[in-house]
Nanobody, 117 residues
Framework: QVQLVESGGGLVQAGGSLRLSCAAS??????MGWYRQAPGKQRELVAA???????NYADSVKGRFTVSIDNPKNTVYLQMNALKPEDTSVYYC?????????????WGQGTQVTVSS
């Protein structure tokens, strides 16, 4: 059974940090992406990483977010620092076709990140 399970979200004050995890099981992948979707907005790609640790970031998070991968654990992380209220969203992970996106699987439930001002 294919599973992508996001965790690590929560409520944090502006300037704070959170680390999200995406545990993949039952699926092989080369590239994983983190997306987010705020109410009333389109889902957007935040960051992506290959198993070889090549990365890509949205301009809005460059210098603040870091994506990493633990290959043996099939787990991808998103370290989010210097969080802003505009980072408030539901965050999702998905297998993607390339570092610029192209989600492949059905979306999971995501994990809510709320940044208070």
């Amino acid at each position: 059974q294919v599973q992508l399970v996001e965790s690590g979200g929560g409520l944090v004050q502006a300037g704070g940090s959170l680390r999200l995890s995406c545990a993949a099981s039952g699926i092989s992948f080369n590239t994983m992406g983190w997306y987010r979707q705020a109410p009333g907005k389109q889902r957007e790609l935040v960051a992506a990483i290959t198993r070889g640790r090549n990365t890509n970031y949205a301009d809005s998070v460059k210098g603040r977010f870091t994506v990493s991968i633990d290959n043996p654990k099939n787990t991808v992380y998103l370290q989010m620092n210097a969080l802003k209220p505009e980072d408030t969203s539901v965050y999702y992970c998905n297998v993607v076709r390339s570092l610029t996106g192209g989600p492949i699987r059905a979306w999971g439930q995501g994990t809510q990140v709320t940044v208070s001002s």
